[in-house]
């Protein structure tokens, strides 16, 4: 059986980065993906806002590279999580549990103080290629 989703969208808020007493970051992120559907009076934009959650590395990576307005390319499972609020009401939340994540937009020069470089390649080719947006998996062992 397979429970994967795949979401490209923006970053609607800056990242929430929590550490857990054991010391393991968690990073909460909300994404907005829009698609254009067919109205009766032509096309219309929709909005799906979803929460992801992001582990250890990519917690990292989120904390440092990430901010509002931010495009990303997330994918991983889908978990659902269910409690009752304060009043008795029964709540269900869905969450993508990030298992890989790529930036995908590039920062202006002029915003580069408020957010550092993406991490580089790890080797330099001898002949230039196209830029290939940073991709790091939960599974990855990153030095940063």
Known sequence: MINKAILVGNVGADPEVRSLESGVKV????LATT?????????ADHTEWHTVVLWRNLADIADKYIRRGSRIYVEGPLRSNE??????NRRVTVEIIASELKLLDRRADGDSASRPAAPAAASTPA????VVP?????EDDLPF
């Open 83 to 88: 409690w009752t609020d304060k009043e008795g």
């Open 35 to 43: 698609e254009r559907v067919r109205k009766d009076d032509g096309w």
């Open 134 to 138: 940073p991709t790091v998996s939960d």
């Open 27 to 30: 990073c909460r992120i909300r």
């Open 127 to 130: 002949t230039p290629k196209p």
